[in-house]
């Protein structure tokens, strides 16, 4: 990338997994990244770089508005907006508190969108912009103890889809990620929230399963995997409304667009990871 047209990226929940590897990756490439996070201090090696870190906190409006003004009154621009920053909210919705519920979806949804609504003008006064919103195979298809988690990237899936037919004339390109497995710390951190809401009650059973199936899983694919997406889609003159990638992403969206919903809750409830690949396999013969 020329200097003299250095594009300004931010990336959200830069302090580990995805984040840190899509600021990383985009520094590689050239950008002017601005890694945003709660942990600041956990993104040293962005600095070190070469991008800046910058404090935020996509539950706190002044905390997202201060974000935005500080990289445009330093750079004049953002042209890239990469909402990662989010978590899962595990645990039965008989269980969760319904607060907990809230700050899922302050999280994962009104954060980003809050983040989108200030860079579009300037997006939009240069005629140009990539917005990705990180979803989640788990937009597309649910399972026990992640309801809060669920309604999150499905909303996220449906708000992106209208986002993007709103800008596309303005030159702004509005690109939904969905990882399945990655190496990241949001499947401990699922998993500890499913073990301290709902595994002394109705729904132990469910979160024994739950920790099973993360165990048998075994290790994920790198973050590298989604970068290289981000990176796919920046390329790409006119990029796909959606990429995915990561473990058992294929699979189980091949499984989502062939069976019935009740074919689906059945998979779902029975089937360990080796049939979900198997029975996609069978499906996409018949698609």
Not at 76 to 102: H, K, M, S, T
Request: glycine residues 10%.
């Amino acid at each position: 990338m020329n200097a003299a047209k250095r594009q300004v990226a931010l990336v959200t929940g830069a302090s580990s997994g995805m984040g840190k590897d899509f600021a990383l990756r985009l520094i590689a490439e050239g950008y002017m990244v601005y890694g945003a996070a709660r942990r600041i201090g956990r993104m040293a090696e962005i600095q070190s770089a070469g991008g800046k870190v910058i404090p935020l906190d996509v539950t706190d409006d002044a905390s997202i508005v201060n974000c935005v003004e500080q990289i445009i009154r330093e750079q004049g621009q953002i042209d890239v907006l990469i909402n990662n920053a989010g978590y899962g909210q595990f645990g039965a919705l008989e269980d969760v508190p319904l607060a907990e519920g809230r700050r899922q979806i302050e999280t994962n949804l009104i954060g980003p969108a809050r983040l989108t609504q200030l860079c579009i003008p300037h997006m939009r006064a240069r005629k140009f912009g990539k917005i990705f919103n990180i979803s989640s195979i788990g937009g597309k298809l649910a399972t026990p103890l992640g309801g809060w988690y669920h309604a999150s990237k499905y909303a996220l899936e449906g708000y992106s889809d209208s986002l993007r037919n709103e800008v596309r004339r303005f030159g702004i390109d509005v690109v939904v990620i969905e990882p399945g497995g990655i190496q990241t710390e949001w499947a401990g951190i699922a998993s500890d929230e499913a073990e301290r809401y709902s595994s002394h009650g109705a729904y132990a059973d469910y979160v024994a399963k739950f920790r099973r199936e993360q165990k048998r899983l075994g290790k994920n694919p790198p973050p590298k995997v989604i970068s290289d997406l981000i990176v796919k889609a920046l390329r790409a003159k006119r990029p796909a409304a959606r990429y995915h990638g990561g473990r058992l992403s294929g699979p189980l969206l091949i499984l989502r667009s062939i069976l019935s919903d009740r074919m689906l809750d059945k998979v779902i409830m029975s089937a360990s990871a080796d049939m979900i690949t198997l029975m996609s396999g069978w499906a996409s013969l018949l698609r």
